[in-house]
């Protein structure tokens, strides 16, 4: 019952995941700031993009919660090979995949260099560098698995992301923008990855659900004030409303010990679905991107055609409703006609 009440709020978590994910890669309400002739727009979308500012680093989260520590340890070459493989072939196919949708969209305003740099970082579409940071924290999980008994180790552990942050913020304060490919680094996401390790341990040992909903609360509209700080900074939307600030951190672990906490029971059509939304989310995170790619340049015909710009929030919900639907469509299809084995290990779905 306890295996199976893990699993269960695990496939929660991935589905809102996945669904925030989806939304942060909608259109952006940058672009709406003159066209709406008000900020309210703005600020409440970023508002909003501030509460669901938690996906990629509860994703992080599950991925520690999941490592069979006495698995890396018996035989750490075999779960390496395993990770490597698993994580690296469909990184490889979707790289290649995205690379030509690249080409096409950028053509013949590219470069070779330019897209082999891209290909590389995981840049080539905004969602890549994901796959490259779990890659980066499964080769050092067998040594963090050793050493997180260690007092030392420990505290370590639990200062790299946030020191990390501090030295972005500088870098920012000094050059105008975040540093080159911060993202990219596990350095980035290692608090979450590390948290999802000691959750296990710390099970038990949880505040209320009631207490940790209001502190979310509070720490959503804190992660929104560091929003507004960072604008009045001369930020940019994007580091203003990124998961790479400090009031971010105690928000997703929050957000995380709140789902872990929980008590899941399937009951109706809306759980039924999250539960399987959760299921197929990793194939989800792959092909998503390339449905909105479709949908913005539909709507960009559209708009030329009939005039005016839709309402940010209409468009937001229309973007966010289709990529879902057809992206779990499409992950489903892709199993059924090539089995689960295959579609999984090619194409992470």
């Known amino acids: 019952m306890e295996k199976r009440k893990q699993i269960e709020w695990i496939q929660y978590a991935r589905a809102f995941c996945i669904i925030a994910v989806i939304f942060i890669h909608c259109k952006s309400a940058e672009e709406y700031r003159v066209l709406e002739g008000t900020n309210i727009v703005y600020w409440a979308w970023m508002l909003i993009r501030n509460f669901l500012d938690f996906p990629v680093g509860l994703f992080f989260v599950i991925s520690g919660y999941l490592v069979s520590e006495k698995n890396v340890l018996c035989d750490t070459k075999t779960f390496l090979k395993n990770r490597l493989i698993r994580l690296g072939l469909p990184f490889l196919i979707w790289t290649v995949f995205y690379s030509c949708v690249y080409i096409y969209m950028e053509w013949p305003d590219f470069t070779v260099q330019e897209l082999i740099s891209k290909a590389l970082r995981g840049n080539v579409a905004v969602h890549l560098y994901f796959v490259l940071v779990l890659l980066q924290l499964n080769i050092i999980t067998p040594f963090v698995i050793k050493m997180k008994q260690s007092r030392i180790f420990n505290v370590l552990f639990w200062m790299i992301t946030p020191v990390f942050y501090i030295v972005n913020f500088v870098y920012f304060v000094n050059h105008g923008d975040q540093m080159p490919s911060e993202q990219l680094y596990f350095m980035s996401w290692f608090i979450y990855y590390y948290f999802g ?23 959503g509209f804190a992660a929104f004030l560091e929003s507004l700080f960072l604008i009045r900074f001369g930020a940019t939307t994007n580091y203003a409303v990124s998961q790479m600030r400090l009031f971010v951190i105690p928000y997703i672990l929050s957000s995380a010990v709140l789902l872990c906490n929980r008590k899941i029971e399937i009951g109706n059509a809306i759980s039924k679905a999250l539960h399987s939304i959760g299921e197929k989310s990793y194939g989800i995170y792959y092909v998503h991107v390339a449905f909105l790619y479709c949908i913005n340049k539909a709507y960009l015909i559209l708009q030329g055609k009939m005039g005016g710009a839709v309402p940010l929030f209409l468009l937001i919900g229309i973007e966010l409703i289709l990529t879902t639907v057809l992206s779990y469509l499409t992950c489903c299809m892709c199993e059924k006609i090539l089995g689960k084995k295959i579609a999984s290990k090619f194409f992470g779905m």
Not at 207 to 212: M, P, V
């Open 197 to 219: 390790l000691k959750l296990k341990d710390m099970e038990q040992k949880y505040a209320s659900s009631k207490a940790l909903s209001c502190g979310l609360v509070i720490l």
